[in-house]
């Protein structure tokens, strides 16, 4: 893996699952301006926003995970935080995406 990645704790489906710290070190905790990792990669949790940046995400579509129930999030102060185990169970229930080669 490269210096400037890090994983979610978990892999899905047997892939890596590793993003690039510029995408989320400006919330995370990293220096945006050397590209250096967050601190804290294997975070039990994170805010709306990380966690969009981290998915791909629309803020919205994170709000409409929530509540179907599909994300688990809990509060501290006025603060939410998406529980990322509930983020790395949802993304593994989708669909493998299959790919067919292209005619030449």
Do not use: C, W
């Amino acid at each position: 893996m490269r210096p400037d990645t890090f994983s979610v704790p978990a892999q899905l489906n047997g892939q890596d699952t590793s993003y690039s710290a510029a995408r989320v070190a400006h919330q995370s905790g990293g220096d945006v301006t050397s590209g250096q990792a967050p601190q804290h990669p294997d975070r039990i949790a994170a805010t709306i926003n990380v966690t969009a940046m981290i998915t791909g995400f629309s803020r919205s579509e994170i709000y409409r995970l929530l509540t179907a129930g599909d994300l688990k999030a809990v509060k501290r102060g006025r603060k939410t935080l998406i529980l990322m185990n509930s983020v790395t169970d949802y993304l593994a229930s989708l669909p493998v995406a299959e790919f067919r080669g292209g005619a030449r």
